[in-house]
């Protein structure tokens, strides 16, 4: 059975750097749009980031805009989000999904989280001092 798990959360000091990484078992993500998602404490899911399978350009929210990238390891079999410069706001549960396209290498961007099939279990971020 396919599965997603991300790994690489923790503590990280406002500022700071930190990498997710999203591998998988039984899925080759580079056929997969893969998306990131987080949930804050007491708030919605709300998704920040995604890359369009044959690719690795990314879409972002502007919440994380120019401070987080994600990108493929294809010899790996994962996907990254590396987050740079990281805010107390980016504190959350951080879950990666995958979704087979229906045509490949079309843009994953607006692609709602009822779209992804595939999802990890979650890793917590946490921002503070």
């Known amino acids: 059975q396919a599965q997603l798990v991300e790994s690489g959360g923790g503590l990280v000091q406002p500022g700071g750097s930190l990498r997710l990484s999203c591998a998988s078992s039984?899925?080759?993500?580079?056929?997969?749009?893969i998306a990131w998602f987080r949930q804050a404490p007491g708030k919605e899911r709300e998704g920040i980031s995604c890359?369009?399978?044959?690719?690795?350009?990314?879409y972002y929210d502007d919440s994380v805009k120019g401070r987080f990238t994600t990108s493929r390891d294809d010899d790996k079999n994962i996907v990254y989000l590396e987050m740079n410069n990281t805010k107390a706001e980016d504190t959350a549960v951080y879950y990666c999904?995958?979704?087979?396209?229906?045509?490949?290498?079309?843009?994953?961007?607006?692609?709602?989280?009822?779209?992804?099939?595939?999802w990890g279990q979650g890793t917590k971020v946490t921002v503070s001092s």
């Open positions: 039984g899925l080759t993500l580079y056929f997969y749009d």
């Open positions: 890359v369009s399978s044959g690719h690795n350009n990314g």
């Open positions: 999904a995958a979704d087979y396209p229906k045509a490949y290498g079309s843009s994953c961007h607006g692609k709602g989280e009822d779209a992804y099939e595939y």
